[in-house]
């Protein structure tokens, strides 16, 4: 059974970084998997910020992610992580991992893309 766990966030000032987690398991590192990472702020949609895939580390940024974020992976760690700097109080959200699995190329950055979801880690930047 595929499970993703986050973890990493919590409260920080603007202008402040956190560094998430996603711990997965129930699969290896060594097959073919694009990990992705989402964040939803009250009252809207899921937005997709980048991906990352376990054939050869490719990635993809959304824009707003752009500069500021940064997608990593430790194949030998089952583990995903995402950097977050310079964080801004739009930025207060849930953030999910999520993963496709069978792709070797970096896909859209869209819910739809991806089949498996964590249950997500609360990021709140306060003023």
């Known amino acids: 059974e595929v499970q993703l766990v986050e973890s990493g966030g919590g409260l920080v000032q603007a202008g402040g970084s956190l560094r998430l987690s996603c711990l997965a398991s129930?699969?290896?590192?060594?097959?073919?998997?694009?990990i992705g990472w989402f964040r939803q702020a009250p009252g809207k949609g899921r937005e997709g910020l980048s991906c990352?895939?376990?054939?050869?580390?490719?990635?993809n940024y959304a824009d707003s992610a752009k500069s500021r974020f940064t997608i990593s992976i430790d194949n030998n760690k089952n583990t995903v992580f995402l950097q977050l700097d310079s964080l801004k109080p739009e930025g207060t959200a849930v953030y999910y991992c999520a993963e496709k699995f069978g792709k070797q190329q970096v896909v859209e950055l869209s819910e739809v893309e991806f089949d498996y979801w964590g249950q997500g880690t609360q990021d709140t930047v306060s003023l």
């Open positions: 129930g699969f290896t590192f060594d097959e073919a998997w694009v």
């Open positions: 990352i895939t376990t054939y050869d580390g490719s990635t």
